[in-house]
C-alpha cells in the first residue's frame, strides 16, 4: 500500500512559477515508478513526468526544459518545480505510483492504482 498526498498547488500569471510536493510512504514489494499526471477540465488524466525507482524522471514533450522532477528520499517526497507556466498547464496535478517494470514516458493513468487527492494549479493569462 502506497500513501501519496500532494501540496504546492495555487494561482500563478503565465510565466510564473509552483513547485508541488508529493510525500508518499509505504510501497514495499518491489520497484515503485512513481508519476505526476494533470488533468484539465474536461480532460484526459495525462502523465507528464515518470520517475524510476532510482530517482530518474522523464518528462512529456510539452513541459520539457520547464518542468523537473526531483525525489528526497530522506524526506520521502516528489518534488515538481515549474517554472514558466502557460495557460495550458493549469489543472489538477496528481501524484500516483505503482509497482511497475517500466517506467518511462508516456505512461498512462490506468496502469497505476495508488493516487494523492490533487492540487489545483491556475495559470492566468
Known amino acids: 500500500q502506497v500513501r501519496l498526498r500532494e501540496t504546492g498547488g495555487g494561482s500563478v500569471q503565465n510565466g510564473g512559477s509552483l513547485r508541488l510536493s508529493c510525500s508518499f510512504s509505504?510501497?514495499?514489494?518491489?520497484?515503485?515508478?512513481m508519476g505526476w499526471f494533470r488533468q484539465a477540465p474536461g480532460g484526459k488524466r495525462e502523465g507528464i513526468v515518470a520517475?524510476?525507482?532510482?530517482?530518474?524522471?522523464t518528462y512529456e514533450e510539452s513541459v520539457k526544459g520547464r518542468f523537473t522532477a526531483t525525489k528526497d528520499y530522506a524526506k520521502n517526497t516528489l518534488y515538481l518545480q515549474m517554472n514558466r507556466l502557460k495557460p495550458e498547464d493549469a489543472g489538477m496535478y496528481y501524484c500516483?505510483?505503482?509497482?511497475?517494470?517500466?517506467?518511462?514516458?508516456?505512461?498512462?493513468?490506468?496502469?497505476?492504482?495508488?493516487w494523492g487527492q490533487g492540487t489545483q494549479v491556475t495559470v492566468s493569462s
Open positions: 500516483a505510483a505503482d509497482h511497475l517494470s517500466g517506467c518511462r514516458i508516456p505512461v498512462e493513468s490506468t496502469w497505476y492504482n495508488y
Open positions: 509505504g510501497g514495499s514489494g518491489g520497484p515503485v515508478c
Open positions: 520517475i524510476d525507482i532510482e530517482g530518474r524522471p
